[in-house]
């Protein structure tokens, strides 16, 4: 039991379970959006704004222990820099890695195989790739959050 204690009185540690939280709520927001017919960029856009309202409160809570609600103009800005980077990074996968990696291009082959009486190619190469920038837009999150936003 300790060693649990010790893992969660790390606050990455917290970030990390929090965000897999947030990341799964944020990502059925975005793939509802583009379920019903939203482009990536609104959809992300959109997302963003839900995230904002659910997140603040989880990471001001859990990892950071602050929720003061002056904080979340601050907190807000970051999301934008993160749907921004977000955005850019579902562009680069779309455009660039999705057509020339044999890996990503089977991938989307076989998921439009499964999903295909829901979803067109396009809409599946959205959905990966916005899961896909999950990881990058979460480590910069962590880091501008503690950085800017919740401050001891």
Known sequence: MSYIKKC???RLVRFFLVAGINVSF????????IFIGLGYALASVLGVITAIIFNFNTYGTFVFG?????YIFRFACVYGIMCAVNIGGIYMFKNFVFVSNTF????ICELYEMFHDYLNQNKIQEIVAGILMTVP????GFTLNRKFVFLK
């Open 66 to 70: 602050n929720k003061r609600y002056i």
């Open 137 to 140: 837009v979460g480590l910069l």
């Open 26 to 33: 944020g990502t059925l927001v975005y793939a509802l959006f």
């Open 8 to 10: 969660l009185s790390n």
């Open 104 to 107: 990503f291009s089977n991938l």
